[in-house]
Every structure is written in structure tokens, then in C-alpha cells.
């Protein structure tokens, strides 16, 4: 491929990847509290552990999503003590907030997990065998 062509496609996926990981935040706040509470620089390691370095946030960015699912009654917080060093504040799911996440799994993860749609990322990546 040119080089003018490879560099076009490498910025086409950087702005699309951008938009689909501001997405995707939300659900891997949500899936890591869904297994605990957590504090904010916790959740911004973990995010980025879980997702095998695809997603990566600040704590601006988590702090910010960690608000703003309070104010829509999602996840609670409460202060406690740390084991090292002062207080933190933690993050739980709430019962809507467990709800949600597993609505929003079923529609829009589980999807991926379905023989047509297998079929056609395996044929993307030119794999005849759904298992390789």
C-alpha cells in the first residue's frame, strides 16, 4: 500500500477508534465496579489493564464518568479509610446500575458472540475457522 494510503487509513482509524473508546469507558468503569468498589486512580489502571491497553483514561476522564453515573443514580460512593495514606472515596453499583450493565451487555456485547456475526468478522480477518 503507499504510503499517502497507509498514513489516510492509519488517521481513519485513529478517529474512529477515538470515538468508540469514549463509548466504551463507561462500560469497563462499569464492568470492573460491577466485580467491586473501587476508587477513581484504581479504576483509571484497571480500565486500561482490563482492556489490554486499548483504553486508556485519566483520572479527569474517570473522575468526570464517575460523576456523572452518580448523578444518574448508577454507582453510589462512600469515603473510607485506606489502608495506606488517607482516605479515598468508593465507587459501587447500584441495583439500576447492575441492571443497566447487564442490559447493555446483552444487547450490545453478547452480539458479538452470535454465528452470523463470527462468521463475518472471521471472514474480515480471513479465517475460515470461527475457533482460530
Known sequence: MPRKDTERL??????????????????????LLHDRPAYAYELSEAVSALSQGTVSADENSIYRALNRFESL????????????????????????????????VQRNILVFDTPIVLERIQAVLGRTNPNE
Do not use: A, H
Not at 11 to 30: A, H, V
Not at 80 to 96: A, H, K
Not at 97 to 102: D, K
Open 10 to 31: 492509519d488517521k481513519l482509524l485513529k478517529n474512529w477508534e477515538e470515538s468508540y473508546k469514549k463509548g466504551l469507558l463507561s462500560f469497563w468503569i462499569l464492568l
Open 73 to 104: 443514580g448508577i454507582i453510589t460512593s462512600e469515603w473510607r479509610q485506606s489502608e495506606i495514606g488517607p482516605q479515598r472515596r468508593y465507587y459501587t453499583l447500584t441495583n439500576i446500575g447492575v441492571s443497566l450493565l447487564t442490559r447493555f
